[in-house]
């Protein structure tokens, strides 16, 4: 069963950093993109980032400015995202997703979800 996991949230200050993990099980990420979601309290949830398996191609919400750096380590069958420069607007709960090879704009292509975790950007 296709798995993920994600780790890694907490409380940060404006201007910090986080790096969150998405653990993933009974599957490799030779065949799965992987997605970073989010979901503010109020607001529907929205794409973040995402890898796909191939060659490695990344995508990002252009919101994001160059904050946020998705990355994946095949041999740990994890995929990271790094925050930096925190805001209090990226307060939200965060998830990672599986999507069948390639990164897609369709939320509903992402197949498994993780439970989430929570980052809260708060002084």
């Known amino acids: 069963q296709v798995q993920p996991v994600e780790s890694g949230g907490g409380l940060v200050q404006p201007g910090g950093s986080l790096r969150l993990s998405c653990a993933v099980s009974?599957?490799?990420?030779?065949?799965?993109?992987i997605g970073w979601f989010r979901q503010a309290p109020g607001k529907e949830r929205e794409g973040v980032s995402c890898?796909?398996?191939?060659?490695?191609?990344?995508y990002y919400s252009d919101s994001l400015k160059g904050r946020f750096t998705i990355s994946r380590d095949f041999a740990k069958n994890t995929v990271y995202l790094h925050m930096n420069s925190l805001k209090p607007e990226d307060t939200a709960v965060y998830y990672c997703?599986?999507?069948?090879?390639?990164?897609?704009?369709?939320?509903?292509?992402?197949?498994?979800w993780g439970q989430g975790t929570q980052v809260t950007v708060s002084s």
């Open positions: 009974g599957f490799t990420l030779d065949y799965y993109a």
């Open positions: 890898i796909s398996n191939s060659d490695g191609s990344t």
């Open positions: 997703a599986t999507a069948p090879y390639y990164c897609s704009a369709q939320e509903s292509n992402f197949g498994s």
